[in-house]
């Protein structure tokens, strides 16, 4: 019993110990991965519901007087006069 306790354990122990270093680390990479994507997907999903909301419902809440006069105060100030 003294042997076990003295000498195996610690011995498994020392033997296991870079194994669970390296899993926690590989681990962590892939979570750390898996959240980077997961954030990307999630901004593109909402993008793109964004989007197709203002396609469908965008015509119907602005009158096209408005988004004449909209266009017109936005690409003014950009556009290259011709001379």
């Known amino acids: 019993m003294k042997y076990l306790e003295c ?3 610690p011995g498994v122990g ?3 110990e870079p194994v669970r270093e390296q899993m926690t ?3 962590a990479q892939k979570l750390t991965a898996t959240d980077a994507l997961l954030k990307d ?3 593109k999903m909402v993008r793109s ?4 909301g203002l396609e469908i419902y965008g015509p119907r809440l602005v009158s ?3 988004l004449s ?3 017109n105060n936005v690409t003014a ?3 290259i006069p011709i001379v």
């Open 41 to 43: 997907n999630i901004a």
């Open 25 to 27: 680390r590989d681990m």
């Open 64 to 66: 096209p007087k408005v």
């Open 7 to 9: 000498v195996l354990l």
């Open 14 to 16: 020392a033997v296991l």
């Open 77 to 79: 100030p950009i556009s």
């Open 49 to 52: 519901r964004v989007c197709a």
């Open 69 to 71: 006069l909209l266009y």
